[in-house]
């Protein structure tokens, strides 16, 4: 398989495997939109957002690194994969004891936390499916990575329906995804082994070290960057509201996380073309750091345009999705919904300035960037989420992302400025 087709392979490979999961979780958000209460949304929001906070400490950008020092050798994949899968399942279990002994700490209600537990085997379920993900990216085998996260989408569906339609109640569907993740998890691995020879486990400290340290930089620049992600959610469901507003953290969290799922989809776009942009970038940088720079404009401008339209579109759409019959009670989710597609052109064009910074080894600057955004996030949402509503929070989101867009742009120009003189 020659170089141009097998990255045109690939593409076509992950952009299927983007769209069928992208349509499965379409579906699962309807199901249980259109079934549940506004209030039990909102718990299964908090829910996910919260398991989503926690997973990402057992990701870490390892895959990354994974891939950079493995290459195409066959002896260091199969070495580094069996540490690789030791640490994850040693990282996972941590993180899962460290998220419910947080979880004692907060005001959850019962249905909540006890909805959360089930959920965090998601960490452990996606950490092991993730693993096995290094190795076909390692391989540049995303057909296989399509095959399992097929069987998951599919599985999910089902197992979500299943819950939904016949018993309604917020804690089974949060186990049935968990199966689902199984199912692809188990899927992976087994596929995993036709690439690599029969799975193995090691417990190496100072192997693991190999894998930690470089993944310092891109690790914290994925927990600030999920931070910014999903604390809004979380303090929209646990806010004491001022009785003006009328509100409850479980109706508020269901208003606002169904404005937030739908905008999701939206920015999944452009973390999609990344995924075959910074590759491009690379190999642009290999070129010249002129040309790096030229197709990194031409991206962004590309995106930008993107972005703009899927602001118009999804404006004059907004209320045209909240009519679609289960979701009439979610009406208060179109002004939060449009608050946030404002801020679509900005999430577009962010990822090109960092992977961009990336590329050019800049990724400690985006980190402090990413983390002083974070908590400037944190704090904003403390003080006017409880004043103001989701709203304010649908606001801080566009905001923040301003932010991180312009001080990454500081952080290029002076870089393009050094190189250029």
């Known amino acids: 398989m020659n170089i141009p087709f097998k990255l045109a392979y690939n593409t076509t490979v992950q952009f299927a495997g983007r769209f069928i999961t992208a349509v499965s979780a379409a579906g699962i958000t309807y199901l249980i939109a259109s079934k549940f209460s506004v209030g039990n949304y909102g718990i299964y929001t908090a829910i996910l957002s919260f398991v989503s906070l926690f997973y990402v400490f057992t990701d870490f950008g390892f895959n990354a690194i994974f891939v950079r020092e493995v290459g195409l050798d066959s002896e260091k994949q199969k070495s580094y994969f069996k540490n690789l899968l030791g640490l994850r399942i040693v990282t996972s279990v ?3 004891f460290i998220a419910v002994a947080t979880l004692s700490f907060t005001d959850y209600s019962g249905l909540a936390k006890l909805g959360i537990i089930i959920g965090l085997l998601l960490i452990v379920t996606q950490s092991l499916a993730a693993t096995a993900l290094a190795v076909f990216q390692a391989k540049i085998r995303y057909d296989q990575a399509l095959i399992a996260d097929t069987f998951g989408a599919v599985a999910n569906l089902v197992f979500v329906y299943i819950a939904v339609v016949n018993f309604s109640n917020i804690l089974l569907v949060i186990l049935a995804l968990v199966t689902g993740s199984a199912v692809r998890t188990i899927v992976a691995l087994y596929l995993a082994r036709f690439q690599i020879g029969d799975l193995e486990i090691s417990f190496d400290w100072i192997f693991w070290k190999k894998i930690i340290i470089p993944a310092i930089p891109i690790g914290a620049l994925a927990i600030f960057s999920q931070f910014n992600a999903q604390i809004d959610k979380q303090i929209v469901f646990l806010a004491h509201y001022k009785a003006s507003l009328g509100l409850e953290g479980q109706t508020a969290a269901g208003i606002y996380g ?8 939206g920015v999944a776009l452009p973390t ?3 995924n075959v942009g910074y590759p491009l970038m690379i190999q642009k940088k290999e070129e010249g750091e002129e040309k790096l ?3 990194s404009k031409k991206l962004g401008i590309l995106l930008l345009i993107i972005g703009f339209l899927g602001l118009v579109s999804g404006w004059v759409l907004s209320p045209w999705v909240f009519n679609i019959p289960g ?3 979610f009406s208060q989710s179109v002004p939060t919904l449009r608050v946030l597609l404002i801020g679509l052109p900005l999430f577009f064009i962010t990822p090109v300035s960092l992977w961009l910074a990336i590329s050019i080894n800049k990724e400690k600057e985006m980190m402090f960037i990413y983390g002083f955004v974070a908590a400037l996030n944190l704090v904003a949402n403390l003080f006017f989420v409880p004043s103001f509503g989701y709203n304010a929070a649908a606001v801080i989101t566009v905001v923040s992302e301003g932010l991180i867009l312009l001080l990454s742009f500081g952080v290029l120009w002076l870089e393009i400025k050094k190189i250029k003189t």
């Open 94 to 96: 941590l993180v899962v």
């Open 258 to 265: 169904l404005a937030y799922k739908i905008f999701e989809f």
């Open 327 to 329: 979701l009439e009670k």
């Open 293 to 295: 720079l030229n197709f």
């Open 272 to 274: 999609f073309i990344m």
